[in-house]
């Protein structure tokens, strides 16, 4: 499978936000759990949110009230929403199904800090 592209993220001050996309081909997001995750320095990779093919979503704790996972079937896209972002929200960030069946692409890297 080719590599999903994530894209959106960036620099942010602690309590700011960013909304970070990954595109998909096809009607991935009509047959496949979609799922964002994360990676910081020195850590394993982390399953943060992940939506059905319901539309049903899920979040690891540490982020709840805080991101919201989405798609946009028209258009192919996954979404998450990440407000009330924190230093420990720092890391690499992936998008890929529900187990992974995609090569990890290059994720889209977050920071905050002040």
């Known amino acids: 499978q080719v590599p999903l592209e994530e894209s959106g993220g960036g620099l942010v001050q602690p309590g700011g936000s960013l909304r970070l996309s990954c595109p998909a081909s096809g009607s991935i997001f009509s047959t496949k759990t979609m799922g964002w995750y994360r990676q910081a320095p020195g850590k394993q990779r982390e399953l943060v949110a992940h939506?059905?093919?319901?539309?049903?979503?899920n979040y690891v704790n540490s982020v709840k009230g805080r991101f919201t996972i989405s798609t946009n079937n028209a258009q192919n896209t996954m979404y998450l929403q990440m407000n009330g972002l924190k230093p420990e929200d720092t890391a690499n960030y992936y998008c890929?199904?529900?187990?992974?069946?995609?090569?990890w692409g290059q994720g889209t890297q977050v920071t905050v800090s002040s």
């Open positions: 939506i059905t093919r319901d539309g049903i979503a």
């Open positions: 890929n199904t529900v187990p992974p069946i995609y090569v």
